[in-house]
């Protein structure tokens, strides 16, 4: 069987591995440089997490996730990945931690409660300003996300039966016939086609674009003083929840930034246009890490980065056939990279063997708790 993917980051890259794995022959198109530097996938590092809020589909998948890392881990001939512990964090009123903690505590796997006078002890660069209740759990930890893109690349690039096609923007694509269309002009025929274009998908597949839209997300990156950098170092992941703003910080695992994020969706923004951002756009989220980080005053600013995600109303994945020989695939909603191996694993599994391809969109939407059938 041949297929053709287009999109060449973590979701892209990963179908295409589980494909090649398989003994198929892959094209894989991508309209930027391989790895591509703007692709939502290119960043220093990513969070993988049991705590979902009330999606137990996801939190189920996480153990099949890590699964799916150790087996592309086992390809590459290295772990890019590091542990830290999830602590979650929830305050005026907002109720996602305890939710998150519910709902793993219904698949077995329970969060720790910390009162608010253990929590600054246990995390004394924490202040417990705002937040109500905190649950930790030692599980999750940090993807090094673009050196695993750009290993990826280089494993694939070095496979007989996968042909990386980087700098070739696709015009048109007919699932229906399993056709393709560069910008240039070139047609390329498969016997399966899978566009996994991130935030550019919708423009591929009209639509998606009903369902999926691009959504621009600035996140900070910072200078910690240098009292604080060791600890840091060894902190775990936090993801916050305080009314209107949804921060999460990734520790600078070996020797990676130190990494702010507001979770909330901008729903907006083109992803081709330029991606500058002002500190002045990051106002509420500067000051909820004043309250929350001791010491923060001293932290740094080093570089504001701007990144794409895909989002759909309800967070959850599209991977669906559409077509006689297509399918989309948009695991996004700012939490996909997690689940990028097992993502591409599965897709590729059912492409090969027949499985119902309903099945297994509801699977990939978190609808089930276990693997397609």
Partial sequence: ???????????????????????????????????????????????????????VGYARMIDDAYAAWDLLWSDLGQTLYEPSGTLALSGNGADWAERSAAALASIGKPMTELSMSELPRRFPLLDTKGLERAFWIDTGGVLLAQDIVTALVRHLGAQANVTLRGDTPVRTVDLEHGRIVTKAGATHDGDVVIVAAGAWAPRLLPALAMRVVPSRQVVIYFDLPEDQRAAWARGPMIIEKTGDVGLYLVPPVRGRGMKVGDHEFSRSGDPAATRDAQESEMRALLDRCGNLLRGFDRWQVRNLKVCFYSVTGDERFVVEKQGAKGWAMSPCSGHGFKFGALMGLELAQTIDGGRDATAHARWAAGLVGDGPT
């Fill in 1 to 55: 069987m041949k297929a053709i993917v287009i999109g060449g980051g973590i979701m892209g890259l990963s179908t295409a591995w589980g494909l090649a794995r398989r003994g198929h022959e892959v094209e894989l198109f991508e309209q930027g440089p391989l790895p591509n530097p703007l692709a939502s996938s290119m960043d220093e590092h990513r969070l993988i997490r049991h705590p979902y809020g009330t999606h």
